[in-house]
């Protein structure tokens, strides 16, 4: 069974730099079928997407938050990571790495979805 | 972007009784269109994709419907764990990959 966790602070000084990782375990991390992806949560709100990453190194962000994010991966670790800079108090939210798997491609697209989620990790911006 | 509309915010249904949700498109997503579940403290689960293929391991009282612009999610014959937040999710046009504001489901 694929687990994910997240790890990294959880608290973090407003306009300095949030950093996750997330570790996968128990499945495949390289292959064509799938990449992996960030979704947050504020308290109380909806999920938003911060981005994706496969596991060559191509990311995609959300155009709301790209000139503030970079996601890596490190295969020979099974783990893929976020730096969100310049915090604020709107970043606090529960942060959850997830599996995108891809379910097919077509004319030079691919149509993922969300199928394993890390259990989320509550970062929360504060002096 | 593509912006997902659901409704109703809270729908309260009693135990056994059918629930019916439903997410709009501000444009076509084809079939591209996923349900989760989501419950206090936890990561959200996934239902539904391609409109209405159930994910592996969920029960058949749950099923989806629609294409283009408008979607349900119909949840037959309420159990007690199907209450929860639900949200849809286009992958039809992105990024940004984009979600609903998600439905309270809640007991009557």
């Known amino acids: 069974q694929l687990q994910l966790q997240e790890s990294g602070p959880g608290l973090v000084k407003p306009s300095e730099t949030l950093s996750l990782t997330c570790a996968v375990f128990g499945g495949s991390f390289s292959g064509n079928s799938y990449n992996w992806g960030w979704v947050r949560q504020p308290p109380g709100k909806d999920l938003e997407w911060i981005g994706s990453i496969y596991d060559t190194g191509s990311t995609y962000y959300n155009p709301s938050l790209r000139s503030r994010v970079t996601m890596s991966v490190d295969r020979s670790k099974n783990q893929f990571s976020l730096i969100l800079n310049s915090v604020t108090a709107a970043d606090t939210a529960v942060y959850y790495c997830a599996r995108r798997h891809i379910l097919y491609c077509s004319d030079g697209r691919c149509f993922s979805v969300f199928d394993y989620w890390g259990q989320g990790t509550l970062v929360t911006v504060s002096s | 972007e593509i912006v997902m509309t659901q409704s109703p915010a809270t729908l309260s249904v009693s135990p056994g009784k059918r629930a019916t949700l439903s997410c709009r498109a501000s444009?076509?997503?084809?079939?591209?269109l996923a349900w989760y579940q989501q419950k206090p403290g936890q990561a959200p689960r996934l239902l539904i994709y391609g409109a209405s293929t159930r994910a592996t391991g969920i029960p058949a009282r749950f099923s989806g419907s629609g294409s283009g612009t408008d979607f349900t999610l119909t949840i037959s014959s309420l159990q007690s764990e199907d209450f929860a937040v639900y949200y849809c999710h286009q992958y039809h046009d992105w990024p940004p990959i984009t979600f609903g504001q998600g439905t309270r489901l809640e007991i009557k």
């Open positions: 444009q076509s997503v084809s079939s591209h």
